[in-house]
């Protein structure tokens, strides 16, 4: 036989037992629906991700008071560090940073830029209205090097500005009844602020970005020459990794604490990166085994579809080898049968993926706000077919070899 005839043959066979066959194939929908909808997901949420970490500065490092564990392990990776696996997840002390640390850093090679900021939460007036609002206070003479953020109206800071702010777009237009435009003024803390700068929509927009001497008069936890954190910029990417070892050594012998007690927390963006990409394939492999158990019930059902298509085509079977179909041509005719299965199950599971992943960003999911609709590659789908169609062949094998065996004199007098 030729194999426009198996394939003739074999839709005959999945269109004649309609309900089993469709009830089987539901199985394989929702199994390579899932799988898909996860996958797709999980490239919509790295591309995201990586899109947000575009906008960072990957030479830039960030030491803040305290330790975090968590945040040393995933950076230096598994079996990382010396003495990590005895310390709590932080450390039971807080210890400001101060002038002190930063005259420690300059000792550090392949630096470029260095600054302390400063960073608490006030209300701020505009207009009769208030608002809690996150505010930093920066070295503007340092900062307007070190930023990566435009400003979509108005200028950045300068190094002789003082009371004036620059601030995010969503404090800018949706904070406050009236929005809130270049040469404005904000009340914080009785103190009058002139707005000369709206950032770009993306650039910290829930936050105001000061001078740090009027930042220090303004909040009231707030001293001189303290700093909420640090904030240092290397030469080059390259050099990123080896700078944050120099700079751990530096503060431990500084602050005079060891690997068990350090009461600082050095992350770089990269390090962030990296670690953010692992925790997703972990999520997505995880996920992906789960949606993967209703591909395995689909293939069962597949069996199951094809054992009982051989018993109730046993005559059929019979009369075809009797009439000179050889055990190839049954094994072909079934084995198709079972791919055609997995073929309809798998292109529906792609319909229901793709109309999945449309609806999500509906709900307001933010891991979708990249993408724009579907986001099923071309890819993905390949994918998707060839798994529904691989279960199909594998789950319909024994099936149609136990066909392919059958002689015809057994098989006619088959009741």
């Not at 700093?227 to 050594?249: C, G, H, M, R």
């Not at 789960?290 to 597949?302: F, P, Q, R």
Request: proline share 2%; net charge negative.
């Amino acid at each position: 036989m030729r194999y426009k005839t198996y394939l003739k043959l074999a839709a005959n066979i999945l269109f004649h037992s309609k309900i089993r066959s469709w009830l089987t194939i539901i199985g394989i929908v929702i199994g390579v629906g899932s799988v898909v909808t996860i996958m797709a997901l999980s490239d919509s949420m790295e591309a995201d991700m990586e899109n947000r970490f575009m906008d960072l500065d990957m030479t830039s490092i960030t030491i803040t008071p305290g330790y975090n564990q968590a945040s040393s392990t995933m950076r230096r990776g598994p079996g990382g560090g010396g003495g990590g696996g005895t310390e709590a997840s932080s450390s039971s002390t807080n210890e400001e940073l101060t002038d002190k640390d930063i005259m420690a850093l300059k000792l550090v090679g392949n630096i470029d830029y260095l600054y302390g900021q400063v960073s608490g939460r006030e209300d701020v007036y505009y207009l009769g209205e208030s608002a809690d609002i996150s505010i930093i206070g920066v070295d503007p003479q340092v900062w307007q090097y070190t930023t990566s953020y435009d400003a979509a109206s108005g200028r950045l800071l300068k190094p002789s500005d003082s009371y004036v702010a620059i601030i995010g777009d969503r404090i800018a237009n949706n904070i406050f009844d009236q929005p809130i435009s270049v040469n404005q003024v904000i009340s914080i803390n009785e103190r009058s602020v002139r707005v000369v700068g709206v950032l770009e929509t993306g650039d910290n927009d829930n936050g105001i970005i000061m001078p740090i001497n009027a930042v220090v008069d303004i909040i009231e936890d707030a001293e001189n020459d303290v700093y909420n954190s640090i904030i240092v910029t290397v030469n080059d990417a390259d050099n990123v990794e080896a700078v944050v070892e120099d700079i751990e050594e530096k503060l431990m012998i500084s602050r005079h604490v060891t690997e068990r007690d350090r009461d600082f927390t050095v992350s770089d963006s990269k390090s962030q990166l990296d670690s953010m990409s692992e925790i997703m394939d972990s999520i997505s492999l995880f996920l992906g085994a789960i949606a993967g158990v209703s591909l395995i019930v689909g293939s069962v059902g597949i069996a199951n579809t094809m054992f009982t298509s051989v018993m109730e085509r046993t005559k059929d079977i019979g009369t075809m080898k009797a009439i000179g179909a050889t055990n190839k041509d049954i094994l072909m005719i079934f084995l198709f049968n079972s791919a055609m299965v997995g073929l309809v199950g798998g292109v529906l599971g792609i319909l229901l993926s793709i109309g999945l992943t449309s609806m999500l960003p509906m709900f307001g999911l933010a891991i979708m706000r990249s993408s724009t609709g579907s986001t099923i590659s071309i890819d993905l789908i390949i994918i998707g077919i060839s798994i529904a169609v691989f279960v199909g062949v594998v789950s319909g094998v024994v099936p149609a070899y136990n066909a392919s065996k059958m002689k015809p004199v057994d098989a006619l007098r088959y009741e």
